[in-house]
Structure formats: C-alpha cells, structure tokens
C-alpha cells in the first residue's frame, strides 16, 4: 500500500438491497449508499456491475481511484467458482476495480458482522436461503445455492410461494381452510386466488412472491394452522443447514457460534427461533444461535479493512459507525431499504 493509498470500499449485494461504504484507513465511514439488489443471480451479471459501478461512483464523488487500497465486494449469488470469476472479469474494466479486490458470497460479510470466531455457522434468510461453514484451519463448506434445483426452501421466495400455494389449495378444497387465503386476497386486491392465479399465469402481474413472505408470520403469529406448519418448516431448514456445516467440519464437539441473519431472523419471529432452539438442542447442542442486527455491509467493511492492514483501532471505529443501519434507513425511500 503507498501513502497515498488511504481508503477502502465495502460492498454487500443482496436480493433485495447493495449497500456500498467508503471508508478510510482509520476506519472512518466517509459515505455510505444504498440501492437495489445487485445479486447476479437475479439481476443477471450485466446489471448487477452497473448497479454497484454506479454506487460506487455515488461513495467516490470525484476522489482519485489511486487511493483504494482494497476493494471488497460480497454479493449474494456469488456462489460457484465459475460466478465468482466471471463477476471479477465483469469489473476489470472499472477505473475503480483496479485496487487489490476480493469479489466473494455475501454470507462471508454477515459471519464477519456477527463474529470473528475461527470456527463458526453462518446461515441468511433473505429473499433466498443459504449458509457457510468456517473452521479454523481454513477449511470452508458452503453449499450451491440454486434454489430447488439444489435441495434450497425457505428463503422469503420461497415463503411467498407457500402463501400463494396453501392459499389456492383452500380455495379449491384440496387443501385445509386457512387465514392466508383471505390474507393474500386483501394483500393483491383480487377477487379470488383463482383470478390471481390467472393474471400472473398470462403475464398481468408479477410472479415474484417474497413481498407476501410477512403473512406467513402473521398468520401463524395469530395461531393459523397452516401458517405455523410452514414457519416450522423454515426453522427445521435452519437447523439442516447447521447440521450439514458443522458434521462436515468435524465441530460437533465445539462451541460454534451460529450467525442467523437476513431480513427474516431480525424479525425475531418466536415460533422461528423457538424451532430452531429446539433442534440446534437436540442435534448440536453446543451451538450457539446468535441473530445479527447490524448491516452485513459492517462485515464487509471489517474484511476489507483487514485486507488492508488496518489495526484493531480502525475496526472498532469502522464496527461502531456500521453497527446499524437505522438512521441511514430513515433518510431513505422505502423502496430503497
């Protein structure tokens, strides 16, 4: 790094949103912007570079690009070798990207944000599912992350296809009566699930169901049948993944934190947590569930100024400015959260 080599930006492309934080050397947040989902997977690769080129652009505002020190980028859909290396060749081009740069999944950012332990669980539920293992010799499982097609449930997709799913099985009596019929009918302003169905089949209305996620929880907060057996179904989910991480590390003897982040586990839903308390007791009892609030952009921030050579100072500075997110969203519109 050369003297005039002072800053580092952190990137966390979710689903739904990318956050990008400029900071210095010391660990000082200099900017810090917000915008929609940069996941490839989603966006598709050509997209997902313009949305974090023109964030970055926003943190830069007009600073030399020379005086990156490191560059870390944690995006969600990043999750095979060949993606990894196809969104690295994506950036080359950028004045920005000519900084030393990691380019990586973003499930590294949140297991920083919420612990530095040498072995540790991290698991996301946000528009997807997914989870990383770490153990302290460097050993790393992680897992494809494909949807269906490679065993995935539970991410807020995934839920909102439940509501739409449970709900027309009610209608048409396949399936037991439940309050989400009524629910997602208020939700889409439809007449009928049937007529839903119908308009997002023909193309007059969006087949992408996380929004409707929510009425999963508040229906089973209110006790629906239906409802519960699907939050319970997320939570067993959780634990699978734990499960898998820790008996391919070889951990079941070690105290290992279990990092749950995403829009879903800072809900803090009881009938959520309580599943999973319930199996990581009975399966792995020596993990520890803990949720992470902060942003999982302060993850990334932290591994990039590690890259750097940042001291320990610098991290507890960069740590306090990024450990949430709250007043940043107020200022925010709410389609940018």
């Known amino acids: 790094m050369t003297a005039a080599s ?9 689903g739904s949103k990318t956050d990008v934080v400029l900071l210095d050397i010391d660990g000082s947040v200099l900017a810090w912007e917000r915008g929609r989902g940069s996941s490839p997977q989603l966006e598709g690769l050509g997209e997902s570079v313009r949305i974090i080129d023109a964030l970055v652009a926003r943190v830069l505002d007009g600073r030399d690009t020379h005086r990156l020190a490191h560059i870390g980028l944690y995006l969600s859909g990043l999750d095979l070798p060949d993606e990894i290396d196809a ?4 950036v080359t081009h950028l004045a920005w990207a000519r900084a030393p740069l990691v380019a990586e999944n973003d499930l590294h ?7 530095d332990a040498p072995d540790a669980v991290a698991v996301i539920c946000g528009t997807g599912m997914n989870a990383i293992g770490v153990r302290s010799d460097g050993a790393v499982v992680r ?13 807020g997709s995934e839920l909102g296809d439940a509501v739409v799913w449970h709900a027309a099985r009610a209608e048409d009596g396949r399936g037991p009566s439940t ?12 007449p009928s699930v049937s007529a839903f169905i119908e308009d997002v089949h023909l193309g007059r209305r969006d087949d992408a169901f996380a929004g409707l996620a929510p009425l999963i929880f508040d229906a089973a907060l209110a006790g629906d049948t239906v409802a519960r057996s699907v939050v319970q179904r997320q939570g067993d989910e959780v634990v699978a993944y734990v499960v898998a991480c820790i008996a391919r ?11 749950f982040g995403g829009g879903v586990a800072r809900a803090r839903d009881p009938l959520l947590l309580q599943t999973i308390a319930d199996g990581l007791a009975a399966s792995v009892p020596r993990a520890r569930l803990e949720i992470v609030d902060a942003p999982p952009v302060l993850g990334a921030a932290l591994l990039a100024l ?11 500075r960069a740590a306090a400015s990024l450990s949430t997110d709250v007043r940043f969203a107020e200022r925010l519109p709410a389609t940018a959260r």
């Open 87 to 90: 969104f690295r060749d994506a």
């Open 6 to 14: 002072d800053l580092v930006l952190a990137v966390d492309g979710g």
């Open 306 to 316: 590690g890259d750097a050579g940042a001291d320990a100072a610098a991290l507890a």
């Open 249 to 259: 590390l070889g951990l079941q003897d070690q105290d290992v934190p279990v990092v």
């Open 109 to 115: 950012a949140l297991l920083r944000a919420g612990t």
């Open 143 to 155: 897992f494809p992350a494909l949807g269906p097609l490679s065993g995935d449930w539970g991410g």
């Open 179 to 190: 309050t989400l019929h009524g629910m997602l009918l208020d939700a889409v302003a439809a």
